[in-house]
C-alpha cells in the first residue's frame, strides 16, 4: 500500500539557486508538523539536482525518482527502488487541500520543479 501524507499547504518559491515546492501539514496552533520540500537546483554549479526532504532528511532523488503524476488533489511520486527516507515505500502520496491558493502554488511549479518526470494525471 503507498505511503501518503496530507497537507494543508502548498507553496512554490524560487531562489538564486534553486526553485522549490514545499508541502506542509500544520497544527491548529500553526506550527509545522509534517513537511516535504521537493527541489530542483538552478544553478550551473548543481548540475539541476533534484532532491526531496522530509521533516529535515534530504535525499537526492535524480535516480530514484521514476515519475511523478498529479492527479485532483493527490502528487504521487513512484520511486525506482524503496526510499528509506520515507519508510521504505516504493510511491509517495502527497495528498493536499485543494485550495485556490494550493493550487495556483501546484500549477506554478510542479513541472518547474518535476520536469520530465511529471508524467500522465490529469494536471
Do not use: H, Q, W
Not at 521533516?55 to 485532483?72: H, I, K, P
Not at 527502488?81 to 521504505?88: D, H, L
Amino acid at each position: 500500500m503507498p505511503k501518503g501524507r496530507v497537507y494543508d499547504t502548498v507553496a512554490f518559491d524560487v531562489r538564486d539557486n534553486a526553485i522549490m515546492l514545499f508541502f506542509a501539514g500544520t497544527s491548529d496552533t500553526g506550527e509545522i508538523d509534517d513537511y516535504v520540500l521537493l527541489m530542483r537546483a538552478i544553478e550551473d554549479d548543481f548540475d539541476e539536482t533534484l532532491t526531496i526532504e522530509r521533516n529535515e532528511t534530504r535525499v537526492e532523488v535524480n535516480d530514484l525518482l521514476r515519475s511523478a503524476r498529479l492527479v485532483g488533489n493527490c502528487l504521487t511520486l513512484e520511486f525506482n527502488e524503496p526510499a528509506s527516507a520515507f519508510g521504505n515505500a516504493r510511491e509517495l502520496n502527497l495528498v493536499f487541500d485543494e485550495t485556490e491558493n494550493n493550487l495556483e502554488n501546484l500549477e506554478a511549479g510542479a513541472f518547474r520543479v518535476l520536469g520530465d518526470r511529471l508524467v500522465g494525471g490529469a494536471a
